[in-house]
């Protein structure tokens, strides 16, 4: 389903915490909305998914206009809208099952039937086995599992994401993320994902707003965002952004099994060298570089990272590594099994 | 003690129980919707789902002002609905109306808070999926707050308690009444004696299996 925002307006007093936001988002999508803390991200999803009413402008849900619908339109409206929070916010007085029937049970859904669904969900959530566990005993993934299950109960058109992975540790924030892109596409929903964080954007958003004292600074596909960014704020958001992560190593692929895979940090004035093309023109050896980037640490100091093979034997390969030291490159030998 | 006297002890206990059980039970049958209502009608950013503040404000007051009232005055200025309701104003039924009344806007607090206490957030979500006002009260609220609600009930029932002894001076029956025209009236301190060690008896049972229940209640959560 296609959301379109026409100036939409919302403020607390005299913070105007939303100030003329149009938006367009296309159906069967996952659309990033970015922006830093009180940015307006939390105010502007309250008012798409239907929780508040804006002080003006239109909300359109396909053709349908929706800001101005009366209270019964409203309850029909929202459960057909799924939402997920960064608390996660479930039930604690139900267990994941139960939590994942709440929204069947409100709509007159039958036993029987609430409990195939059900099933199906947590199956779906990878979850299949914990319907009866409390929701305290659940890690912080699982429990975003739930609710990603009890959101999507009602198989609804769109699923906003409000900081959803933003309590969660790295490789959890990575499989939920995995989990919710597999869901877009299963069920071809649109789902608007806020969020304060640049890797999130890049690894499963199709298109990306960013927002700035209610505004809307920068709109487009992701890759053209990361590009060519235009505004100062997308640009800050890409500077904070790690180019060598644990999640993107994985499924790279090693340029030989006979070559050795090493991880080179550079500090500092290392950086503007040529080492590795100097290298390969007094030893021979050639480095296939995989993945690199230059990040300021510490907001002054200027690491660079690159990972690399070295290809060659492993005397060569030693050689090579010394080199490197003396230049005063930091090498650690990357571990594969 | 004569088996006659045992008796009187035992037949007294039977209206002290009666008394607490029946004006708890109409006691929340009142103040649990004045509770719901309070809470729902307070500030948004205190979990209200239909902020009201003036309804709101009128209700604390009441409230407020029925809490405050010395309960031995508010029986004796309810006689008279006693005396409509049940035909007399005199003995264990007539007692119930007003320890119900005294206790109703005690129950309604206790729910109002029990129900601050729930995440807003839960509530936010329940709305989001599209619940209504009543579904989001009997559904999540009441259930999250479930083990502070058995507290409160297990500290209104220990209140009533407290007061029905005290609706013994004026006539109300129970326990209360026999300590008073046996132990005070007729010189009998061993009757006095053991009527206070019931009521004590009494107040430790429902204390112990209100802490109980609720702990129960949250190790299964
Ligand atoms: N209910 C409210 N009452 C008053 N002010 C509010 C309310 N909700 C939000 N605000 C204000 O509006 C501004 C935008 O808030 P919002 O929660 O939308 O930001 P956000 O982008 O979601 O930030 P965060 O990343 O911290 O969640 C903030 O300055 C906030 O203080
Ligand atoms: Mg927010």
Redesign the interface.
Known sequence: MQIRLKDLKKSYGSLHAVNGISLSIPSNLIYGIIGKSGAGKSTLVRLI?L?EKPDAGEVHFDEVRVDNLTKEEL?????R?G?I?Q?F??????NAAQNVA??L???GTPKAEIAARVAELLELVGLADRGKA???TLSGGQKQRVAIA??LA?NPDILFCDEATSALDPQTTHSILSLLKEIQRKMGLTIVMITHQMEVVRDVCDRVAVLDDGRVVEEGPVTDIFAKPKSDVTKEFLSHLVGTDASSEEQMVQWSSKSGAYILRFRGETTDQPILSQITRETGIDFNIRAGGVQKVGGEVEIGTLIVDIQGSEEEQENVVARLREFGVHVEKEERP | MSAKILLLIWNSTLQTLSMVFFSTLFSLVLGLPLGVLLFATGEEEQGGIIPMPLLNSVLSRIVNVLRSFPFIILMILLFPLSRLLIGTSIGTTATIVPLSIAAAPFVARIIETALKEVDPGVVQAARAMGSTNFQIVRKVLIPEAMPSLVSGVALTIINLIGYSAMAGAIGGGGLGDLAIRYGYQRFRGDIMLVAVIVILVLVEIVQIAGNRLSARLLARR
């Open positions: 998914s929780l309850i029909r409206r929202r459960r809208v939402m929070f608390n916010n479930l039930f604690s007085s139900r709440y929204p049970e409100i709509i409390p929701i305290s009890r959101a009602c």
